[in-house]
C-alpha cells in the first residue's frame, strides 16, 4: 500500500561515497535516505518499505560550507568494555579536530511515495490496512520514533502528509541524467553487507526507483 510524504528543510547533504575526502551531495536524497526519512516516522518488523519516486519540488540548489568535523571515533570494544566498569572512552576535540568542506543543498522540498509489504515477522493481528492508518495518523500528527533528517542528523526534515502533488518548477522540467546513484544497501548476508547502484535520472522533477531485484540495480 502507498504513502506520499512530504519532507523539507532548509539544508541537506546526500553524502556521494565516491568522494572520500570532502562531502559532495547527491542532486537528489537517495532511496536509502528516503527509507530512513520514512522508516524514522514508522517502523515495524512486520513490513518492509520500497521506496518508488521521489518528487523534487524545488529547483536544485547547491552550497559550500566548511565545518569541524573530528577525524576520529571510539571503537566498538572501547565502549563494551566501558559498559563493563572499564576505563572511560573519550575524544579530545582540540586534538582530533580538522575542517571539511561540504557542498550540499539549501532549500530542499520533496515528496516520497513509498509502498510496503508484509513480513513474516508480522504478527496474526497485524494486517495492511492497519499500518496505513497508523503511518497515515503518524504523518497528521507529526509523530516520529527518531527525528528524520536530510543525510546527517545535522539537517533535520520536516514533514506531513501529502495529498496534492504540486506541479513540476520551471528549472526542473525535461529530462536531467543524474548519473550513478545509491540505491540502497544488500542486507542479506551479514558477514557482507554490498552497496546496490541504479543509473538516476529526474523526468519533469521525478525520480522514478527501480524496485527490488530489476535489471537495472546493479552491484
Known sequence: ?????????LTACFTRPEMKTERVSYDVPTPSAARGMIESIYYHPGLKWTIDRIWVLNPIQFMNLRRNEVSSKIS?????????????SCIVTTQDIQQRATMMLKDVRYVIEAHFDMTDKA?????PGK????????LERG?????PYFGTREFPAH??????????PEDLKGIRDLGWM??????????NITPKFFRASLRDGVMTVPPPGSGEVRG
Request: glycine content about 4%.
Open 1 to 9: 500500500m502507498s504513502v506520499l510524504m512530504e519532507v523539507w528543510g
Open 76 to 88: 566498538a570494544s572501547n565502549v563494551m568494555q566501558e559498559a563493563n566498569g572499564g576505563k572511560q
Open 123 to 127: 504478527n496474526a493481528s497485524d494486517n
Open 131 to 138: 499500518f496505513q492508518d497508523i503511518i497515515k495518523r503518524r
Open 143 to 147: 509523530q516520529f520514533y527518531s527525528m
Open 159 to 168: 514533514f506531513r502528509r501529502c495529498e496534492t502533488l504540486p506541479p513540476c
Open 182 to 191: 545509491l540505491w540502497d544497501m544488500d542486507y542479506r548476508d551479514p558477514e
